[in-house]
Nanobody, 123 residues
Framework: QVQLVESGGGVVQAGGSLRLSCQASGRFWSSYIAGWFRQAPGKEREFVAAIVWAGETYYLDSVKGRFTISRDDAKSMVYLQMNKLKPEDTAIYYC?????????????????WGQGTQVTVSS
């Protein structure tokens, strides 16, 4: 079993930046694909980004060019660098991990979820 703990959320003005961090623990983490999701008030949780072991990345169209996902497997860490933030990026952001990319991107039956961290972008 893999446990995930996010940090780094907060309040930022539009156009600003934040970096989210996710600390993973558990014996199977090295075989997991890592991702980030978000859920805004009144909306369903949506996929934001994912990274596989070889560094291949996937992004939600609306964050391409602004967000960057990365991982440091030596530290069991996953990061989401968010630049040029917009008010519509306001949401609870969740770290997630699963051995299968398709299952992770769908956000269904995902192996592990973090507890979430709030990101608020003011206009």
């Amino acid at each position: 079993q893999v446990q995930l703990v996010e940090s780094g959320g907060g309040v930022v003005q539009a156009g600003g930046s934040l970096r989210l961090s996710c600390q993973a623990s558990g014996r199977f983490w090295s075989s997991y694909i890592a991702g980030w999701f978000r859920q805004a008030p009144g909306k369903e949780r949506e996929f934001v980004a994912a990274i596989v072991w070889a560094g291949e990345t996937y992004y939600l169209d609306s964050v391409k060019g602004r967000f960057t996902i990365s991982r440091d497997d030596a530290k069991s860490m996953v990061y989401l660098q968010m630049n040029k933030l917009k008010p519509e990026d306001t949401a609870i952001y969740y770290c997630a991990g699963d051995p299968e990319l398709g299952r992770l991107r769908r956000g269904l039956d995902v192996g592990s979820w973090g507890q979430g961290t709030q990101v608020t972008v003011s206009s």
